[in-house]
């Protein structure tokens, strides 16, 4: 079981804007920074949101990320059929003292 | 451009250990980084197993503690990891990566180890 919660699945269709939740608690997001990872089947992950809500500048505008109390999100607009991987939030952990992931949510383009 | 890229055998047998190694090119493993060993068990999530910084300081995984040992070969330009008592449960690919308190920028391509006799 992930220390941070993730939904199993997502999906939308395309053009529409997408959600995926993380839920922690005080000891990781709540007091420290989220990062989101995107992963194809078969390839390494990579990331698409560090620090909460900065996006590297090779990520696409359509990803963004926010984070309030103890849950963060990615929303994905515009959706589009390359969207569909699994996605991942990590945090650090005080408590365990190192980084943690949530369990991956499968986004599929309908 | 960092890039990482993990070697070592790809079945290893229960009880035996794990060494593998993770050559790093366009930066020095001497620069002010953290470098990681992240695994995924086939068809799960991510599991962060440790960490070792320029220093030589290490953090593990508490549940993984006992049996890791990550080392840094500055020579070699590269760092490695050692996984002992492995069973069915440590088949995984096993990633390595830089970044330190859940940034991972940079990772390897993900070599997939076998547990089995």
């Known amino acids: 079981q992930s220390v941070l919660t993730q939904p199993p699945s997502a999906s939308g269709t395309p053009g529409q804007r997408v959600t995926i939740p993380c839920s922690g608690s005080s000891s990781n997001i709540g007091s420290t920074y989220v990062y989101w990872y995107q992963q194809f089947p078969g390839t390494a992950p990579r990331v698409l949101i560090f620090?909460?809500?900065q996006r590297p500048s090779a990520v696409s505008d359509r990803f963004s990320g926010s984070k309030s109390g103890t849950s963060a999100s990615l929303a994905i607009s515009g959706l589009r059929a390359e969207d569909e991987a699994d996605y991942y939030c990590a945090s650090w952990d005080e408590t365990m003292n190192g980084p943690v992931f949530g369990g991956g949510t499968k986004l599929t383009v309908l | 451009q960092v890039q990482l890229q993990e070697s070592g055998p790809g079945l290893v047998k229960p009880s035996g250990s794990l060494s593998l190694t993770c050559e790093v090119s366009?930066?020095?493993?001497?620069?002010?980084?953290?470098w990681n060993w992240v695994r995924q068990s086939p068809g799960k999530g991510l599991e962060w197993i440790g960490e070792i910084y320029h220093s030589g300081s290490t953090n593990y995984n508490t549940s993984l503690k006992s049996r890791v040992t990550i080392s840094l070969d500055k020579s070699s330009n590269h760092f490695s990891l050692e996984l002992t008592s492995m069973t069915a449960a440590d088949t995984a690919v096993y990633y390595c990566s830089r970044g330190g308190f859940g940034h991972f920028d940079s990772w390897g391509q993900g070599i997939l180890v076998i547990v089995s006799s």
């Open positions: 620090r909460d809500d």
């Open positions: 366009g930066a020095s493993i001497s620069s002010r980084n953290w």
